[in-house]
């Protein structure tokens, strides 16, 4: 059960606590800058009695673990802003570049293009957590640097990979941080990103069920930070002929049980460029509050995941059938 208090009546908190003391209910009080929810597991008491109290504003009945994205809770879409852009709520974002920044010119060029052919964000990698060790790692903080040059210079948000929280000055400049896959779970770091308030890209793990990334997700909202949104990129599963298996079901699942946005990343889910766009249209008639897209004017000479990554040509015909798809949703 969860218990949502009116801001405005807090003084009367006290009164509500004595009565769940005296039923012998185990809670715990979240208290965010907006908002002050009690949580317990506790399905014994009588709801009236709860919502008879001044101080409750409302309560939902959930065996859900995870709190504060729970759609029992909270019915409304959540919004999350980046600069202008916004995903959820019918909005639908393209966010589009190259997996990593390799110069300053190639994330230039990138970025004019994508912007020119329908993107509203940049992504690019400047700390690149690789499989072997011996594969390009990024730029680090000069490729951030570059990056945000280049956002700035093509007025597009930017959104980079974080990979520890010691980095956290380093992206000062940098809109959105994203959580890799690889780093799902890395509670040391969602808390860290729950302790500051620039919206985070949450990439879904290999092989985490809804539930997991839907707690990793709590990690960040319990800090007090509020802007999550969610990203579908693959699972692993027996099939050997993609990089990974897009799951479509993620998207509409996660809306129902959460209010988070998720957006899709056709391209980690495919690994083949001629995948990302039967991907891209199928993840946003499910629903995708937007697409996450590698995108590189040069792919074959890319320095990683040039495979996977779509010219700019390409990106823009997925960008307008994706929107007329997603037009097409808000209709019915
Ligand atoms: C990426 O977006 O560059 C990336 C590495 O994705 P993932 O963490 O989903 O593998
Ligand atoms: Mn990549």
Same mark, same amino acid.
């Given at each position: 059960?969860?218990?949502?208090? /009116?801001?405005?009546?807090?003084?009367?908190?006290?009164?509500?606590?004595?009565?769940?003391?005296?039923?012998?209910?185990?809670?715990?009080?979240?208290?965010?800058?907006?908002?002050?929810?009690?949580?317990?597991?506790?399905?014994?008491?009588?709801?009236?009695?709860?919502?008879?109290?001044?101080?409750?504003?409302?309560?939902?009945?959930?065996?859900?673990?995870?709190?504060?994205?729970?759609?029992?809770?909270?019915?409304?879409?959540?919004?999350?802003?980046?600069?202008?852009?916004?995903?959820?709520?019918?909005?639908?974002?393209?966010?589009?570049?190259?997996?990593?920044?390799?110069?300053?010119?190639?994330?230039?060029?990138?970025?004019?293009?994508? /912007?020119?052919?329908?993107?509203?964000?940049?992504?690019?990698?400047?700390?690149?957590?690789?499989?072997?060790?011996?594969?390009?790692?990024?730029?680090?903080?000069?490729?951030?640097?570059?990056?945000?040059?280049?956002?700035?210079?093509?007025?597009?948000?930017?959104?980079?990979?974080?990979?520890?929280?010691?980095?956290?000055?380093?992206?000062?400049?940098?809109?959105?941080?994203?959580?890799?896959?690889?780093?799902?779970?890395?509670?040391?770091?969602?808390?860290?990103?729950?302790?500051?308030?620039?919206?985070?890209?949450? /990439?879904?793990?290999?092989?985490?069920?809804?539930?997991?990334?839907?707690?990793?997700?709590?990690?960040?909202?319990?800090?007090?930070?509020?802007?999550?949104?969610?990203?579908?990129?693959?699972?692993?599963?027996?099939?050997?002929?993609?990089?990974?298996?897009?799951?479509?079901?993620?998207?509409?699942?996660?809306?129902?049980?959460?209010?988070?946005?998720?957006?899709?990343?056709?391209?980690?889910?495919?690994?083949?460029?001629?995948?990302?766009?039967?991907?891209?249209?199928?993840?946003?008639?499910?629903?995708?509050?937007?697409?996450?897209?590698?995108?590189?004017?040069?792919?074959?000479?890319?320095?990683?995941?040039?495979?996977?990554?779509?010219?700019?040509?390409?990106?823009? /015909?997925?960008?307008?059938?994706?929107?007329?798809?997603?037009?097409?949703?808000?209709?019915?």
């Amino acid at each position: 059960m969860i218990i949502k208090l /009116k801001v405005t009546e807090l003084s009367q908190r006290e009164d509500l606590l004595r009565f769940l003391d005296a039923e012998g209910s185990v809670y715990t009080v979240l208290e965010q800058p907006h908002n002050v929810f009690i949580v317990t597991d506790d399905h014994e008491i009588d709801v009236k009695k709860i919502k008879a109290f001044r101080v409750v504003d409302e309560v939902a009945l959930t065996r859900a673990p995870y709190r504060l994205s729970a759609r029992a809770l909270n019915p409304d879409d959540r919004e999350v802003r980046v600069g202008d852009v916004v995903f959820g709520g019918g909005h639908f974002v393209a966010i589009a570049g190259p997996c990593s920044v390799e110069s300053e010119e190639q994330i230039m060029k990138i970025a004019r293009e994508v /912007k020119e052919n329908g993107a509203q964000m940049l992504r690019a990698g400047a700390f690149k957590p690789r499989t072997s060790p011996y594969s390009f790692c990024g730029l680090g903080s000069e490729g951030l640097k570059a990056l945000v040059r280049a956002g700035k210079e093509y007025g597009l948000p930017v959104v980079s990979e974080i990979t520890d929280a010691d980095q956290l000055p380093l992206f000062k400049e940098v809109d959105m941080l994203q959580v890799g896959a690889r780093n799902m779970q890395n509670f040391t770091l969602l808390s860290a990103l729950g302790r500051q308030k620039k919206p985070v890209l949450l /990439k879904r793990g290999f092989s985490a069920g809804y539930e997991e990334l839907l707690l990793s997700a709590e990690y960040i909202l319990a800090g007090g930070n509020p802007n999550v949104v969610l990203c579908e990129r693959g699972i692993r599963t027996f099939v050997q002929s993609t990089r990974n298996t897009l799951d479509v079901s993620a998207i509409p699942m996660i809306h129902r049980l959460s209010n988070l946005p998720i957006i899709t990343d056709p391209s980690h889910a495919g690994g083949d460029y001629r995948l990302v766009r039967p991907l891209a249209l199928a993840a946003t008639a499910a629903g995708s509050d937007g697409l996450i897209i590698e995108v590189h004017h040069d792919p074959e000479h890319a320095q990683s995941d040039g495979d996977q990554s779509v010219k700019p040509e390409r990106f823009k /015909k997925i960008c307008r059938d994706c929107r007329k798809i997603h037009a097409l949703l808000q209709e019915v």
